[in-house]
């Protein structure tokens, strides 16, 4: 799923702010200097997540949200670009949400049950979808908080390269 966030116009070409962006990627994990790192995906531009996370998911299946960064040129002569900032889930993302949907559902049809039979501890069991609900919220708190960081080192690698930029 990928949310559009945020779009700027970059004055200078896109190859300029890609070359940017793979020197930082290039550099080893102690000499980074924006803790960015990244892949290229199939449907274009790059996507760039933090190289050390201080949240990590069990089981690791790679970063929990990602960043993709797709520049284009919008005139003939290279001295201006739009850059788009796209929020992608990753694989541990889907992994946590996808397990807490089935948990709550599985907890609510158990609760419901009881309930019909005539069981008092149904109603004590309805506290358990509540417990995976506020899972699924703390999931998304640590996804929005990592996308806006991600979206702040953009903006201060462009500052640190001196290219000019406006937001969209």
């Known amino acids: 799923m990928k949310k559009k966030l945020v779009e700027y116009t970059i004055y200078k070409s ?4 890609y070359k940017t962006v793979r020197t930082e990627l290039n550099r080893k994990t102690f000499g980074k200097k924006f803790n960015l790192s990244g892949d290229y995906p199939d449907n274009g531009g790059i ?21 993709n960064l797709n520049c284009v040129n919008t005139n003939q002569n290279g001295t ?5 900032l796209n929020r992608v889930n990753g694989a541990t993302y889907k ?3 996808w397990f807490m949907i089935f948990f709550v559902a599985l907890t609510l049809i158990i609760a419901l049950y009881q309930i019909i039979v005539g069981n008092d501890i149904g109603f004590e069991m309805l506290m358990l979808p509540l417990f995976g609900l506020i899972y699924i919220l703390i999931i998304e708190l640590f996804s929005e908080f990592t996308i806006s960081s991600l ?18």
């Open 14 to 17: 896109a190859d300029e702010f």
């Open 95 to 97: 992994m946590q949400f």
């Open 47 to 67: 996507d760039i997540y933090s190289t050390i996370s201080f949240a990590v998911f069990k089981p690791n299946l790679g970063p929990l949200v990602k960043l």
């Open 151 to 168: 979206n702040k080192k953009v903006e201060k690698m462009l500052n640190s390269e001196k290219l000019k930029y406006k937001k969209l």
């Open 80 to 84: 201006e670009s739009k850059l788009t």
